[in-house]
C-alpha cells in the first residue's frame, strides 16, 4: 500500500525567503505526482505535475523535482511571499489504478 | 483543464439529518471522485462515481451512508446520511483530466464543501 510522508508538518518564515517543502513515498510504481495548494477550509489547486519520466518541472517561483527510484519530491518556493501562506499537498498516481495516494500536506506561513 | 462547480460551500446540520452536495463539470469527464478530508488530516477517497453504473466504494465507506448520484457525465451528488458530529470534515469531488497518456493525468478539484454537525 502507498504511502505518502510530507516533511515538515508545518513551516513559518519570513517574506522574501527561499524555501523547500518535501515529499517522500514508499512505492516508486507511480504514473506521476502532483502538488496541490490548499487554502483554509477550501477546495485544492493544482501548481505542479510531474510525470514518471520528468525530473523537474517549474511554475513561476515554483520548481518540483522528482526523483522517482528514491521515492522523493521536493516543491522549491522561491522568494517566498504572504500570499503563499496554504497547506501545500503532494499526492502520486499509483500505477495500475486511478486513484490518488495523499501527504498530510505542510502547513507554510510566510510573515511580512 | 475542467472546472467544477461545487455546493454548498459550507453547511451546519443537526445531528441524524442528510445533506446532499453537488458538483457540476464544465465538460463531459467518465470518472468523478469523492474524497473527505477530516479536521487536521489529509484526503481520503470516498468513492468512485462512472456515469450509468454503481459507484465503488473504498473501504471503510459504505452506499448507505453515502449514497452517490452519476446522472450523466457531468453532474454528481454525494449524500451524508444519518449525520454525526463525526462527519464534519470537508468534502470535495474531483475529475481525471485525461491528457495523452496516463502519465500525464492530472486532477481537478471542487471549492469543497465545509460541513460542521451539530
Known amino acids: 500500500k502507498q504511502e505518502v510522508t510530507q516533511i515538515p508538518a508545518a513551516l513559518s518564515v519570513p517574506e522574501g525567503e527561499n524555501l523547500v517543502l518535501n515529499c517522500s513515498f514508499t512505492?516508486?510504481?507511480?504514473?506521476?505526482l502532483q502538488w496541490f495548494r490548499q487554502d483554509p477550509g477550501k477546495g485544492l489547486t493544482s501548481l505542479l505535475l510531474?510525470?514518471?519520466?520528468?525530473r523537474e518541472q517549474t511554475s513561476g517561483r515554483l520548481n518540483a523535482s522528482l526523483d522517482k527510484s528514491s521515492g522523493r519530491s521536493t516543491l522549491y518556493i522561491a522568494a517566498s511571499q504572504p500570499g503563499d501562506s496554504a497547506t501545500y499537498l503532494c499526492?502520486?498516481?499509483?500505477?495500475?489504478?486511478?486513484?490518488?495516494?495523499f501527504g498530510k500536506g505542510t502547513m507554510l506561513l510566510v510573515s511580512p | 483543464s475542467a472546472v467544477i462547480s461545487q455546493k454548498p460551500s459550507r453547511d451546519i446540520c443537526q445531528r441524524g439529518t442528510s445533506l446532499t452536495i453537488q458538483c457540476q463539470v464544465d465538460?463531459?469527464?467518465?470518472?468523478m471522485f469523492w474524497y473527505r478530508q477530516q479536521p487536521g488530516q489529509s484526503l481520503t477517497l470516498i468513492a468512485t462515481a462512472n456515469q450509468g453504473s454503481e459507484a465503488t466504494y473504498e473501504s471503510g465507506f459504505v452506499i448507505d451512508k453515502f449514497p452517490i448520484s452519476r446522472p450523466n457525465l457531468t453532474f454528481s451528488t454525494l449524500t451524508v446520511s444519518n449525520m454525526s458530529p463525526e462527519d464534519s470534515s470537508i468534502y470535495l469531488c474531483?475529475?481525471?483530466?485525461?491528457?495523452?497518456?496516463?502519465?500525464?493525468?492530472?486532477?481537478?478539484f471542487g471549492s469543497g464543501t465545509r460541513l460542521t454537525v451539530v
Open positions: 510531474i510525470q514518471s519520466s520528468q
Open positions: 465538460s463531459q469527464v467518465t470518472m
Open positions: 512505492d516508486s510504481a507511480i504514473y506521476n
Open positions: 474531483s475529475v481525471e483530466a485525461r491528457t495523452g497518456t496516463r502519465s500525464n493525468y492530472g486532477y481537478t
Open positions: 499526492a502520486v498516481l499509483n500505477s495500475g489504478y486511478s486513484t490518488l495516494t
